[in-house]
């Protein structure tokens, strides 16, 4: 794949990024911007401390602020994603643009937010122990980089696998081999537990499964976006390269 390729893929993954993010931004705000708000009205009706006017405003938090990150966040993955896609389109199958698109986006959904999740998931905002962040933040971050990096590992040996095992076989291993190793993570990486006492495990859950939901349909909206956009693309430089190898070659028919 030439470079005008893979620019072009990366122009069109952040623009799925963008489209993307515009479907999260709608859920998290008809599914999770509640359920924040009801965390925090249960933190400020249990806490004896009144600190001073807010540096910026619910209001603009769960409006504009929100916006901005999520935007900006799905911008920025459909980027990465876009030259993953690059490396990936060819190598791990005989997949098409839509199909490698899509695997690529599930692959990165299941390691890039579902493994670390169950480990280390999110709680509202406002609640917690604020100086146990920058550890959470840690050790969410590492079990982010262990999955990816298992994940690679996992395709290689699948691959090298093959030819032994069979591809069901061989993909069957190296699935089974993620997951062990992923449980031993999940057994020696310490726990945190952050929350209040009383804090209503309802509201905790509904709050979870809206932070699952809003990343679910971003990678969802992002693979479909970006296996259309990069089938047109790849489609539109396949028969350019078609016609600029029988322009080269009339002349020499001659």
């Known amino acids: 794949m030439n470079s005008a390729t893979v620019r072009t893929l990366l122009v069109r993954g952040m623009l799925a ?5 515009l479907f999260a931004l709608v859920t998290a705000s008809f599914l999770g911007e509640p359920h924040v708000d009801a965390a925090i ?15 910026v405003s619910r209001g603009m938090q769960s409006t504009a602020g929100l916006a901005t990150a999520v935007l900006v966040y799905g911008v920025a993955i ?19 643009p839509r199909a490698t698109a899509l695997l690529l986006s599930g692959a990165a959904f299941l ?15 406002s609640v917690g122990d604020p100086a146990s962040l920058d550890k959470r933040t840690a050790l969410y971050f590492l079990m982010v980089l262990l999955s990816l990096l298992l994940a690679v590992g996992a395709t290689i040996l699948g691959k090298r696998l093959a030819p032994r ?3 069901w076989n061989a ?16 057994a020696f990486l310490p726990s945190l537990s952050e929350l209040p006492e009383h804090f209503p495990a309802l509201l905790l859950w509904r709050f979870r499964v809206s932070t ?37 070659a009339a002349p020499a028919a001659n």
């Open 17 to 21: 990024g963008l489209v993307a993010g």
């Open 41 to 55: 009205a249960f933190e400020e009706a249990h806490s004896h401390e009144h600190g001073g006017e807010e540096i």
């Open 78 to 96: 459909g980027g990465i994603a876009s030259l993953a896609f690059s490396f990936a389109l060819g190598r791990v199958g005989r997949f098409g």
């Open 111 to 125: 390691c890039v937010y579902l493994v670390p999740f169950l480990k280390y998931p999110a709680n509202p905002p």
């Open 165 to 167: 095992l069979g591809n």
């Open 171 to 186: 993909t069957v291993t190296a699935v089974l081999g993620f997951v062990f190793v992923i449980g031993l993570a999940y």
């Open 212 to 248: 699952l939901a809003v990343q679910l349909v971003l990678w969802a909206a992002f693979g479909l976006t970006f296996g259309h956009l990069a089938e047109r693309a790849l489609g539109t430089a396949a028969r350019g390269e078609k016609e600029t190898a029988s322009a080269a």
